[in-house]
């Protein structure tokens, strides 16, 4: 699937959840959109990922 | 005295709002408190693969954040950042902020109201982040923006209230709050722009470019304090010396 | 048509009268019930008077009386503004009473309906003849004005004199009754585009004691008529109170503060005071601190040019020529001439009696060359309907 813009390997079956933790996010300090759409944290554990997924991770940094 | 400055129902007793851009992360908690700043924005980015420092990590308990929409290049995507930076959960507030111009990174308010728009309605305290047009700033509030943003110089380029006379008239027609955003350079352009009777000043680059980050924070806070108290004292009186009129205009006048 | 009299309450509308949001009467209602004239001092001036725009608290101190000792400086500072925005022109027309029918008991009002006065009403072609002799003189602004009675004189008959106003003139307004937003749309469709209504005092109190009888006596109504005007399409309102019915100082802040609000709501509408006053009984050994005397007419008037710089204010033929020729260069910026104030009368005889006296009877070519003469350019209309 593509992660903020580069393909990365999916294992099957993962969700938003167990991929983002994967990776070592702070889940409380990010936000996702899958496809497009804003997935509510409370969400992570219920979807499902697929390789034609398109996901974008986002935190905060400084900025004016 | 009681003076706050109240957002969106929010009552703040600081007027000094903080970019946190340009700065070292360590740095953050100190300018925060010598500033005595209680909102700062913030920009969003893609979040690094990892345990990566993150800059909430940095901010000190309490303070409000205010997120702003830059790289937004129209009103969809400054919506789309909107929405992403509330997901992440750290309140409504959030700062427009629409740029098509790489050259001087003037704001687009025509996009800007439309972002307003959408985002009032979907709950956000909107800070819209604009060119000084009066025009645009009534079309801002009835759209739903909760506080204005006026530039006082082109971004980062610590001018000063090159916009002078045209915040003056926002100060003087629009009833929420006006804040100077981009361009203060000196704490005594802000503490100028205070005395016209501005509610707010948004820095960044002036503290974060000096040679003391911390002892200018401090710098701004005083300035603005000062600003603030002056024009709520009502700026004295000037004696102007005046020839007297060789012939009176009000010598018609009977009964 | 309900008959409203002294039963009804004079703040609650009755039925047929369309309800605006009230935000800006209950402003200026308190803002007036607030404003302490006597607290603001010599500095409280001198700083209104120090500043490029006079703010709302600006404007309650050059309306106090510690004021009065700056009028000429006043005078001065209002010139400069008038010059700023207006130039040296000053805008000419003429009112047209074509009726004085009238429903209302205003006890101060010559056309009140108890009082015995020759009553009348032109007909279309009456109408139109005082229209060409009007015309003829040169004028291109015309104030059609009525009684107070929807009975006598219908929203259709104002607007069919009107349609034949727009035919002679370039710039038409109506002085009448208060209207409905629909009606004043019509009404503008008609030709018109602008409206004077005077709120004679803004303090409630007293207004119910002077207006007895008749649709006028409901305050609300008359009040949001301006900006029923607005959403109606007209471009142009003109705000008064008649000072010296109530405490002038007060009513000629509510007037100015109206107008503000409804300028700032509305930020496209065209603003205009008159100062109309009800004069002193001369050598009156009890003086009255609230009588408006000409230098108090000019504080207000000058107290209006410097809170709104780009409000037209029209000075009235109740004011003698002396005064009228003086004040347009300083705040005045548009005034009647070759006026009547009977029905009819701009040719032969009046149809019906006059409203009140006036003291500048002059024609319009005498107060054409008199604008002149003070340095002025007469003005017969800088406007085009599109």
């Known amino acids: 699937m593509i992660l903020n813009g580069e393909k990365v390997e999916l294992k099957a079956g993962q969700t938003v959840y167990d991929f983002l933790c994967g990776l070592d996010y702070n889940i409380n300090r990010i936000a996702v959109e899958l496809n497009y759409e804003i997935i509510p944290r409370e969400k992570f554990k219920e979807i499902t990922l697929t390789e034609a997924d398109v996901m974008e991770v986002v935190t905060f940094m400084g900025g004016g | ?255 | 048509m309900i008959k409203v009299d002294r039963s009804f309450s004079h703040m609650e509308y009755v039925e047929g009268m369309e309800q605006t949001p009230h935000d800006i009467m209950d402003t200026v209602l308190k803002e007036r019930a607030e404003y302490d004239y006597n607290k603001y001092t010599e500095n409280d001036v001198r700083r209104a008077l120090n500043k490029e725009f006079a703010d709302v608290e600006d404007f309650k101190a050059l309306l106090s009386p510690a004021a009065m000792p700056f009028l000429e400086e006043m005078a001065q500072k209002a010139k400069g503004i008038t010059r700023r925005y207006f130039g040296n022109s000053v805008t000419m027309f003429t009112p047209l009473y074509i009726a004085n029918y009238c429903e209302n008991h205003c006890v101060y009002c010559g056309f009140n309906c108890y009082n015995k006065i020759k009553r009348a009403k032109l007909s279309m072609e009456e109408i139109e003849t005082e229209l060409k002799a009007i015309a003829a003189t040169g004028l291109e602004d015309i104030l059609i004005l009525t009684g107070e009675t929807r009975s006598k004189t219908s929203v259709e008959y104002i607007g069919e004199a009107v349609k034949l106003a727009a035919k002679y003139f370039k710039l038409v307004g109506i002085e009448v009754y208060p209207m409905n937003t629909d009606e004043y749309r019509y009404i503008h469709e008609c030709g018109a585009d602008y409206v004077c209504i005077y709120q004679e005092t803004y303090n409630p109190d007293k207004y119910e004691t002077l207006h007895l009888r008749g649709h006028k006596r409901i305050f609300p109504y008359r009040f949001n008529g301006q900006e029923r005007a607005l959403l109606g399409g007209m471009r142009l309102v003109s705000f008064a109170a008649l000072l010296g019915l109530d405490d002038f100082r007060k009513d000629a802040f509510a007037t100015g503060l109206h107008a503000y609000l409804i300028q700032k709501k509305y930020p496209h509408a065209e603003i205009s005071f008159s100062p109309p006053r009800l004069r002193p009984i001369i050598n009156d050994a009890s003086v009255n601190p609230n009588d408006v005397h000409e230098p108090q007419l000019l504080q207000v008037m000058t107290a209006y040019r410097l809170f709104m710089p780009f409000a037209g204010i029209t000075i009235s033929t109740r004011e003698r020529a002396g005064f009228r020729d003086n004040v347009i260069g300083i705040c005045a910026t548009k005034m009647s001439a070759g006026v009547s104030t009977g029905v009819g009368g701009h040719i032969g005889e009046e149809k019906g009696d006059e409203q009140f006296d006036i003291s500048d009877p002059r024609s319009v070519e005498e107060v054409h060359q008199a604008i002149t003469e003070h340095g002025c350019q007469p003005v017969y209309n800088d406007y085009v309907r599109v």
């Open chain 2, 1 to 255: 005295m009681d003076d706050k400055l109240i957002i969106g129902g929010h009552e703040f007793n600081s007027r000094f709002i903080l970019g946190s851009g340009k700065f070292s992360l360590e740095m953050t908690d100190k300018v925060i408190k010598n500033g005595g700043v209680e909102m700062a924005t913030l920009a969003l980015r893609r979040a690094n693969v990892g345990g990566s420092e993150n800059i909430l990590d940095y901010m000190p308990e309490g303070i409000t954040l205010l997120p702003n929409t830059s790289g937004a290049r129209n009103a969809e995507e400054a919506v789309r950042i909107a929405r992403l930076a509330r997901a992440i959960g750290c309140g409504d507030f959030v700062k427009i902020e629409v740029v098509h111009d790489s050259k001087y990174l003037l704001p687009d308010n025509y996009e800007t109201v439309k972002a307003t728009e959408i985002l009032a309605k979907e709950g956000f305290i909107v800070m819209p982040y604009m060119y000084p047009d009066l025009n645009a700033a009534r079309d801002m509030v009835n759209a739903g923006a909760a506080a204005v943003m006026p530039l006082a110089a082109p971004i980062g380029s610590n001018k000063g209230l090159s916009t002078r006379d045209f915040i003056k008239i926002l100060v003087k027609e629009i009833d929420v709050p006006i804040i100077v955003d981009a361009g203060i350079g000196r704490p005594s352009q802000a503490c100028e722009a205070m005395e016209m009777g501005v509610d707010a000043i948004m820095a960044n680059t002036a503290v974060a470019t000096a040679s003391d980050v911390g002892l200018m924070a401090t710098s701004f806070r005083l300035a603005i304090e000062a600003g603030r108290k002056a024009y709520l004292a009502g700026l004295g009186r000037v004696l102007e010396y005046k020839a007297e009129a060789s012939s009176p205009l009000t010598g018609f006048l009977r009964d």
